[in-house]
């Protein structure tokens, strides 16, 4: 048969065509058994205008393969069958992008549209529409390389497909011809996916391909960096492929420096990997190339380990900016504009704020109260450097008795400080501050002074890259509050550095993480991935370039079909929720008196998010794989199914309270009614913390009742249990209160 319409080629039979492979027979058995996410009674919905949209998009990196082609037939079939209309697009498809098809999917997609195809044709490499190719290199076509051959077979899959390194030093899918890359989208993608193949495969995965192939590497993707980079200068607006193509372009190098055959390719490659990352205008993306080459320092040639010291420097800030804050064209007086938002508790357990102040000599100019209706303080005066080596230093303090909106000035240009002081309302008041905050306008430093201010250090760093934070890993307490704020006064006045300012002000064995501590990118996610950039097993070696998603604020937890890799999707809500976690889980352990817990005895930070999964609405809602840590002890990797990456923050953070829970009680072996009554009081407990509506907060504990197979399950209802014994967190007088309230099964 041929299928034809108007302007279009007719798919001619071929009575010598190839016979079917095993390969295509397994693919052609998914296809058949392939079902779509939507109701059939809703297939007076069904269309088939996005087919070829979708398949032009999976077809960017320059083949289609088996999965591509799956995803295309469940598209089809998104309502429960194909019309006729999508059977045609797909015959178009098959059609269209003949020589991208591989060949595997080529058969399958044919024999299951009933199509006879001519004998298969290779796929080809994607003719790209712009941008000039990276240089090749001179000479015949590389000759075949084994050790390369067995590199790439070392190479995991990323998204379902599979990429390569081939002679010639540039990316390709796999079983493509390859060829230089262009500086485009379709080569941005390649290379993009074939970097993150690299980073992910076990380290050194290049050594032994040669020094040839090696340099050719170096050579190609300094060129596309670099074309990538001036592309981002002359672009108006946020330039996605840009960014994907430099952070592919930095892990292809990376790998080279990584498994180098000889210490000049080593070298070699270092100093182009160095060159881009001190000139990269990205500050995550260049701290996530600081990161990953930062262990390496001591291999390196000296001019190469001075360029790391250097990095170094522009990424880990080492002092508070003094030439930014005390420019004289811009702040002619040199005083220090400090705003502070102190906890109404602050008065009741501490020293009294403003006597705190007071006692440093400086002096109250005005009290009243704001427009919020906030009681404030207006102090000014000088404060003495306590070396002797600095003139004293103007300063300007608005002190506020508050916990709202405790970011409300970053955008003011003349502010260079701002403290908080008080409860952390467990990572409430701080999220809600993140939520409400404006952009920031110059570099502040940004004093935390609560209880696991570690909680928020993602969400700080995700809004205010540029912002110095300091903040508390463990509880702070009241009676230390105005001595550590005082004490970073001093070290503002001496104009010292943070190592100095934290041994100036630390009087809690070392409870603040400083801005210049490494260790706060255990607390990070700056690519947005839904993994932190360290963590006990080891680090986020690949920067994702992952586009910032609004709330959504459903508060379903239903599950919804999802086409995007995992990888692709903000994992912001997931860090959220996890971390939340962590803190749950080590107040329950410390001030839950847990006897009969299934979380007893395990510590809350030993929980890290691991962004969303692959996986189908039917499948788990979260994922939880224990490993052990570099010392030894167990880490437990959380992870959600993405298809509730269309749910809201809320949602997301309560289910994954849930969750743990319940996990830890099945491995046990007992999720009773009384373990699901305390799963089901850790979720009021991080809905009661959270700044949603009642609104919300109803709707979600009913969707997670739901889940429990508690039906009309009310928030109210399990707060009032949760205020039933206030002794502690998740305890099981607050179990036996829900249950009392409630019939749990």
């Excluded at 004490?487 to 010292?496: D, I, K, P, S």
């Excluded at 809500?573 to 803190?583: I, L």
Aim: hydrophobic share 35%; with cysteine.
């Amino acid at each position: 048969m041929s299928v034809s319409g108007p302007g279009s080629t007719p798919i001619r039979p071929d009575p010598e065509a190839a016979g079917t492979t095993p390969e295509g027979d397994a693919l052609l058995a998914e296809l058949e058994q392939a079902r779509g996410s939507g109701s059939s009674w809703l297939s007076f919905l069904d269309g088939a205008s996005g087919l070829r949209p979708f398949a032009r998009a999976l077809a960017e990196d320059g083949i289609l393969d088996a999965q591509d082609v799956k995803k295309l037939v469940i598209e089809a079939k998104d309502f429960g069958g194909l019309t006729r209309a999508e059977k045609a697009a797909l015959r178009g498809v098959l059609r269209d992008y003949e020589r991208k098809l591989a060949p595997e999917a080529r058969e399958a997609l044919a024999r299951f549209l009933g199509v006879s195809l001519s004998r298969p044709a290779q796929p080809t490499a994607p003719a790209a529409p712009t941008g000039p190719a990276a240089p090749a290199g001179p000479g015949a076509p590389p000759a075949a390389n084994a050790a390369l051959d067995r590199a790439n077979a070392r190479l995991p899959e990323i998204g379902g497909k599979r990429y390569e390194i081939g002679p010639d030093g540039f990316p390709r899918a796999a079983r493509s011809p390859g060829g230089p890359v262009r500086n485009d989208a379709a080569g941005a993608e390649l290379v993009y996916r074939a970097g993150n193949a690299l980073v992910e495969a076990p380290r050194g995965v290049l050594r032994g391909i040669g020094a040839e192939t090696q340099r050719a590497i170096v050579s190609n993707m300094t060129a596309l960096y670099d074309a990538a980079l001036e592309d981002f200068r002359r672009s108006p607006v946020m330039n996605t492929s840009a960014e994907k193509m430099r952070s592919g372009a930095a892990a292809h190098l990376l790998a080279v420096i990584e498994g180098a055959d000889s210490p000049a390719v080593m070298n070699e490659a270092a100093a182009a990997y160095l060159d881009r990352a001190l000139g990269e205008p990205n500050e995550a993306l260049r701290a996530s190339m600081y990161r990953n080459i930062a262990g390496l320092k001591g291999s390196l040639s000296a001019q190469n380990a001075a360029k790391v010291a250097e990095l170094q420097k522009r990424v880990i800030p080492q002092a508070p900016p003094y030439a930014e804050w005390f420019d004289p064209q811009k702040n002619p007086t040199g005083t220090l504009e400090l705003r502070h938002y102190a906890h109404d508790d602050c008065w009741k357990y501490g020293e009294n704020p403003v006597d705190g102040y007071k006692r440093m000599g400086l002096e109250v100019v005005r009290e009243g109260r704001s427009e919020r209706g906030e009681q404030f303080w207006e102090l000014r005066g000088t404060v003495k450097d306590p070396t002797g080596r600095n003139p004293d230093l103007p300063v300007h303090i608005k002190l506020y008795k508050t916990h709202d909106e405790i970011l409300r000035d970053m955008d003011d240009p003349k502010v260079h400080a701002v403290f908080y002081t008080g409860h952390s309302n467990l990572g409430g008041n701080v999220s809600e501050a993140i939520k409400s905050g404006p952009e920031a306008n110059g570099t502040k430093f940004v004093q935390l002074q609560l209880c696991r201010g570690q909680q928020n250090i993602f969400e700080v760093a995700n809004k205010y890259p540029n912002a110095h934070l300091s903040t508390s890993r463990d509880p702070h307490y009241f009676h230390n509050v105005m001595t550590v704020a005082t004490n970073t006064l001093l070290g503002f006045a001496a104009r010292e550095d943070y190592a100095a300012i934290d041994r100036r002000s630390d009087i809690e064995s070392n409870n603040f993480i400083r801005p210049h501590e490494e260790t706060r990118y255990q607390y990070v996610d700056q690519d947005r991935d839904g993994k932190m950039e360290l963590d006990p097993t080891g680090g986020d070696r690949f920067f994702d370039v992952v586009k910032r998603e609004p709330d959504t604020s459903v508060a379903d937890l239903r599950p919804r079909a999802e086409t995007r890799p995992a990888r692709d999707i903000d994992g912001e809500k997931v860090v959220d929720g996890v971390n939340f976690a962590r803190t749950l889980i080590t107040y329950h352990n410390d001030h839950g008196i847990p006897r009969g817990s299934p979380l007893a005895g395990i510590e809350g930070d030993r929980f890290v998010a691991a962004g969303w999964f692959d996986a189908g609405p039917n499948d788990p809602p979260v994922r939880i794989s224990e490993e052990r840590g570099a010392d030894g002890k167990p880490v437990y990797k959380v992870s959600v199914n993405k298809s509730l990456s269309g749910q809201g923050t809320y949602a997301l953070g309560a289910l994954v309270q849930y969750e743990i829970f319940r996990h830890f009680a099945e491995k046990d072996g007992r999720f009773t009614p009384k373990e699901k009554a305390r799963a089901l009081i850790a979720t009021g407990e991080y809905l009661s913390y959270m700044y949603c509506t009642n609104a919300e907060a109803e709707a979600i504990m009913r969707a997670v009742g739901e889940r429990a197979g508690v039906r009309n399950l009310r928030f109210s209802t399990v707060f009032q249990a949760i205020e039933a014994d206030d002794h502690g967190y998740i305890t099981d007088g607050q179990v036996r209160a829900l249950m009392e309230r409630v019939q749990i099964r």
